[in-house]
């Protein structure tokens, strides 16, 4: 056949998911088909369009649009289009409908090796047959990969890709199951316990802590998204559960480790509830770390910060009240003033050597107390699981008996918290004593703090020093212009350091003070083997 005569032709191909794309020759594959039919035919195959990861149900492709295009432009040439396989066109009689319309309109004519295209009842009725088998096999396909999801993750799998902060790895008889994937995993535990333990007292801290980190995903404009923040502090996958509300699969155990305990993740989504995530305050930085602790002595409202520019243009830092109705509104103290005023005072807090031993006595008491409470309350733990299965059972008949819609509601609201407390018993009595730290391993970070919280101050990062304003000051601190700070109101701790150091104290027999007279009648003992 002359080229000059020689039918031209097009080729479609499309596969439709990301894998296809990526690690299979679906694409390919077809295309070779195509060329091998058009040989056949004596077509001349003037261009090929692809759409990838295209869902054959989906009309609007970016290939399709190209080639309908290109038909049109060159409509009196009559040119064929070659397809694979009719399920190529389209996944669903409506979108194989549609599509063939189109093709039509464009001056293409449709053509596969696998099936003969023709305007006949007989051949339109295959087609159509055809094209709903191919809709069926996409539906089922979809079914029986969702239905293949939700046993997976039935059985305590994500059956999902990963999240950050997880990776798949392949395990034996397991499949593949999330595992921590560091740094990002340390770097989100440490932040989702922060933000239970009120380290961080806002979402919007978590997400500074997060931005300090390189490894940490960040947008374009290298910064953390606080949606990105919400969406990690209220993912139960990283306290090692799993749950599905659209798949009707309640909370439960997964087969992957979390990166935190349940119960931590409870302290969360409670502090989620009762404090709305607080907007982001860009001059809340390193350059006024005192911003919203220091009140004025005045009308005892915290006092705002900001930069005033001279004549000369240079920036000057300055902490000024802004109250309505303020004798000190909008009179400016300049920054050095005021933190130099709180070095002095922070100074003053640290506590002598002799002290800080006695307090060492004290902690190891009460720890050992607590340890002893610890055993105790574990040993109680299999009596409360029996409890709450029998209370579930009895709210269980209740539902069954019950016929207003608000009654089964609320027994079942009340089932799911129950069963939540389980989850939380469970994860204390599965805690192994021996991975906990000892005393002297734990306390030597407190005091470390103790020790000194001035150098912290001085030295550490800005979250650092946010977080020494929460452990030694309990309220804000009232600077007065002419006098500098007032008494300030310090923690539980550093309060009974201050009242040691001003009294006189001296050691007691362990055995505790003779039996006192109480108010209410009768007599009670003191244990405690240090007084003043």
Same mark, same amino acid.
């Given at each position: 056949m002359n080229s000059n005569t020689q039918q031209k032709a097009v080729i479609y191909v499309r596969v439709s998911s990301l894998?296809?794309?990526?690690? *299979?020759?679906?694409? +390919? %594959?077809?295309?070779?088909?195509?060329? =091998?039919?058009?040989?056949?035919?004596?077509? #001349?195959?003037?261009?090929?369009?692809?759409d990838k990861a295209v869902s054959g149900s989906v009309i609007d492709r970016p290939g399709m649009k190209q080639?309908?295009?290109?038909?049109?432009?060159?409509?009196?040439?009559?040119?064929?289009?070659?397809?694979?396989?009719?399920?190529?066109?389209?996944?669903?009689?409506?979108?194989?409908?549609?599509?063939?319309?189109?093709?039509?309109?464009? *001056?293409?004519?449709? +053509? %596969?090796?696998?099936?003969?295209?023709? =305007?006949?009842?007989?051949?339109?009725?295959? #087609?159509?047959?055809?094209?709903?088998?191919?809709?069926?096999?996409?539906?089922?396909?979809?079914?029986?990969?969702?239905?293949?999801?939700?046993?997976?993750?039935?059985?305590?799998?994500?059956?999902?890709?990963?999240?950050?902060?997880?990776?798949?790895?392949?395990?034996?008889?397991?499949?593949?199951?999330l595992v921590r994937d560091e740094p990002l995993a340390s770097i989100i535990q440490e932040g989702l316990e922060g933000f239970a333990s009120g380290r961080f007292q806002t979402q919007v801290e978590v997400k500074r802590f997060f931005e300090g980190f390189d490894a940490f995903p960040k947008a374009q404009d290298g910064t953390v998204r606080i949606q990105f923040v919400t969406n990690i502090l209220e993912r139960v996958l990283y306290a090692g559960m799993i749950e599905s509300k659209d798949w009707n699969i309640p909370i439960q155990p997964a087969r992957h480790e979390g990166l935190i305990s349940f119960e931590t993740y409870t302290a969360i989504q409670d502090r989620i509830a009762g404090r709305k995530c607080a907007p982001y305050r860009p001059d809340l930085r390193e350059d006024f770390p005192l911003r919203g602790v220091v009140a004025c002595a005045c009308c005892s409202k915290?006092?705002?910060?900001?930069?005033?520019?001279?004549?000369?243009?240079?920036?000057?830092?300055?902490?000024?009240?802004?109250?309505?109705?303020?004798?000190?509104?909008?009179?400016?103290?300049?920054?050095?003033?005021?933190?130099?005023?709180?070095?002095?005072?922070?100074?003053?807090?640290?506590?002598?050597?002799?002290?800080?031993?006695?307090?060492?006595?004290?902690?190891?008491?009460?720890?050992?107390?607590?340890a002893a409470k610890a055993k105790q309350a574990l040993r109680e733990i299999d009596g409360q699981l029996d409890a709450i299965d029998v209370e579930v059972s009895k709210l269980v008949d209740r539902i069954v008996s019950a016929s207003q819609p608000r009654v089964i509601d609320a027994y079942e609201?009340?089932?799911?918290?129950?069963?939540?407390?389980?989850?939380?018993?469970?994860?204390?009595?599965?805690?192994?004593?021996?991975?906990?730290?000892?005393?002297?391993?734990?306390?030597?970070?407190?005091?470390?703090?103790?020790?000194?919280?001035?150098?912290?101050?001085?030295?550490?990062?800005f979250e650092a020093k946010r977080m020494v304003l929460r452990m030694v000051f309990s309220k804000p601190i009232a600077y007065c212009r002419e006098n500098g700070f007032r008494t300030p109101e310090t923690t539980s701790v550093f309060g009974v350091l201050q009242r040691l150091q001003h009294e006189t104290c001296k050691m007691v027999h362990p055995r505790g003070f003779e039996p006192l007279t109480s108010a209410f009648g009768g007599q009670r003992s003191i244990q405690l083997s240090y007084g003043c």
């Open positions: 894998g296809q794309v990526t690690k *299979g020759h679906g694409a +390919e %594959s077809q295309a070779v088909r195509c060329a =091998e039919y058009a040989k056949h035919k004596g077509y #001349e195959i003037v261009r090929i369009f692809e080639m309908l295009s290109y038909l049109r432009d060159h409509s009196g040439d009559n040119i064929r289009v070659i397809i694979d396989d009719i399920s190529r066109l389209a996944r669903g009689l409506e979108a194989h409908l549609a599509l063939r319309a189109a093709l039509n309109e464009a *001056g293409g004519v449709l +053509e %596969s090796p696998s099936l003969e295209f023709g =305007e006949g009842s007989d051949e339109q009725l295959i #087609e159509h047959l055809l094209a709903t088998v191919s809709e069926h096999q996409r539906t089922k396909n979809a079914e029986q990969t969702r239905n293949r999801m939700r046993a997976r993750m039935t059985s305590g799998y994500w059956p999902f890709g990963p999240v950050t902060g997880f990776k798949m790895e392949n395990k034996a008889g397991q499949g593949k199951v915290p006092m705002t910060a900001c930069y005033s520019k001279s004549k000369t243009g240079k920036r000057h830092p300055y902490y000024v009240c802004y109250q309505k109705g303020c004798e000190m509104k909008r009179k400016s103290i300049r920054r050095a003033d005021i933190e130099g005023a709180f070095d002095d005072l922070l100074q003053k807090l640290i506590p002598g050597q002799p002290f800080l031993k006695l307090v060492t006595a004290m902690f190891k008491d009460a720890w050992d107390l607590q609201q009340k089932i799911e918290k129950l069963e939540r407390d389980k989850l939380i018993l469970r994860e204390k009595a599965a805690s192994q004593p021996s991975k906990r730290r000892s005393f002297d391993e734990t306390f030597e970070l407190c005091l470390k703090f103790l020790t000194n919280p001035y150098k912290i101050w001085r030295n550490g990062p």
